[in-house]
Nanobody, 124 residues
């Protein structure tokens, strides 16, 4: 059974940083593109970042470029999202997702497995 479990969310002041982690199990991790998505109250789910199977290619939505960094550790089956210079606009539930041999994509339809999410709240 595939499981994706996020951690690292919390409450932070504007301008601060958080590091999210997602631990994957039940899949051959190095065959999956990993992505982070977020959903704020009353809004649709939004793509944040994705990383290829070999850690060499990344893709970010424009609003987080230069502030967020996605990385993965294939030995530990983890994917991380370092978030710096946070603003209230980053407040959302953040979920990781896995897509089997998928191209880097901002479409949720490319990702088969999803975690439950972790709450990030940025106070202004």
């Amino acid at each position: 059974q595939v499981q994706l479990v996020e951690s690292g969310g919390g409450l932070v002041q504007a301008g601060g940083s958080l590091r999210l982690s997602c631990a994957a199990s039940g899949l051959t991790f190095n065959q999956y593109v990993m992505g982070w998505f977020r959903q704020a109250p009353g809004k649709e789910r939004e793509f944040v970042a994705a990383i290829g199977v070999s850690n060499s290619s990344t893709y970010y939505t424009d609003s987080v470029k230069g502030r967020f960094t996605i990385s993965r550790g294939n030995a530990k089956n983890t994917v991380n999202l370092q978030m710096n210079s946070l603003t209230s606009e980053d407040t959302a539930v953040y979920s990781c997702a896995a897509g089997f041999l998928a191209p880097l994509s901002d479409s949720p339809r490319r990702y088969r497995y999803w975690g439950q999410g972790t709450q990030v709240t940025v106070s202004s």
